[in-house]
């Protein structure tokens, strides 16, 4: 890096730091925005398809933008260094892992020109002199141009590293494997079995198990072999697809109850499961991770803190919720004022249609009377837009789609 770099004035040096703080201040909203800019111009799906990789994302713009402002109160105008924060560096390993190009110019400029958009509100707002403006601007386009190009430069030649290392393991071997039976390309069953030590005949049940966090971890393979024994497998497939998520395949062909799946994640604490349905020999493979992955995306989406979910049993909402304001005005539309009702009523609804409109059914399940059931209806039919009795399938989604939410 080179060590010449003319400094600003005072009054410029002065301007920069009072912008800067302004920024600071409101780091949390700037960060978002800045996060929304990069995502909205990225081109590159697979990372943005995925939950754990857009939340890695967002805290690398966040570091970015924190350590280039904290720079520029200390050293107005001059330039930054890359910052190499351990969890830029963990996101940069992940994203190796999987078999991705980290180099993806267009999130880094959208990150970019979000940031310089609100900078530049920013120096309008602390000088109206237009020399002043001027150079204020110059120098701070340089200043955050270049910590862009040397942060891309210092990260990609930190991924060669990682990608050399990973060369060297036969896990990469599995991971481009699997890559290939997913996105359906043609390569050999034999082949492909040889290298991953799993049969691709038969029936899969695909999972993804993933933590809150990298201190949670420890419990993923715990997660995944109780996954195996619940699925009633003797064995499994297992890729670490990140250091907080693992994919799973058992050799199945039935999904174990949600109720079942939740014992797993009360004994490990800030773990999740996503199951995909059950699938036949190669297609089945990839569905059933496909599956998983989609409900996984969906509870994200949903901001949901369920712990389990099966995506037999959301199907419905996970296509619903891909646009979240047709999904949202899904659910006022059909609920109406059930929407915001008493969680019990709309728990005796849902119960209610589960159990094929069966009153004495839904009474039991939800361990209370059966006249009890028959008031809440009554009541819900009230607030409905549309009866029940002439709604039920889109009153059920609609309720799920609530009942993930809260």
Known sequence: MRTSWPGPSV????????????????ADAAAEEVTAAAHESADYRAVLDDPQLVDADRRMNRTNMLHWLSANIQAPGMRVAPSMDPEILQFARDVVRRGLDLHDLGSWRG????????????????TTDLDELRELIKVSERSMATFIDDSIAALDEFVERERADLAKGANAERHATVQLLLEGAPIGRARAESRLGYALTGHHVAAIIWSDSADEAAGLDTAAEAVMRMCGGGRR????ASTTALWVWVPAHVVPPAEVAEQIVADTPGIHLAFGRPGQDLDGFRRSHLDAASAQRMLARLGSNRTVVRYEDVALVSVLTADMAQADQFVADT??????????????????????????AAAERLFTHRNTVERRLARADQLLPVPLAESAASVVAALMLVQLRD
């Open 11 to 26: 009054r410029i040096s002065a301007l920069i730091r009072m912008v800067a703080e302004h920024m600071l201040a409101a």
């Open 111 to 126: 990150a970019q020109h979000g940031a310089w958009s609100m900078w530049v509100d920013g120096c309008f707002a602390v």
């Open 237 to 240: 497939l297992t890729l670490n």
């Open 335 to 360: 609920l109406g004022d059930l929407a915001t009702a008493d969680p019990a009523l709309r728990e005796t609804v849902l119960t209610y249609v589960q159990e094929r409109f069966n009153g004495s």
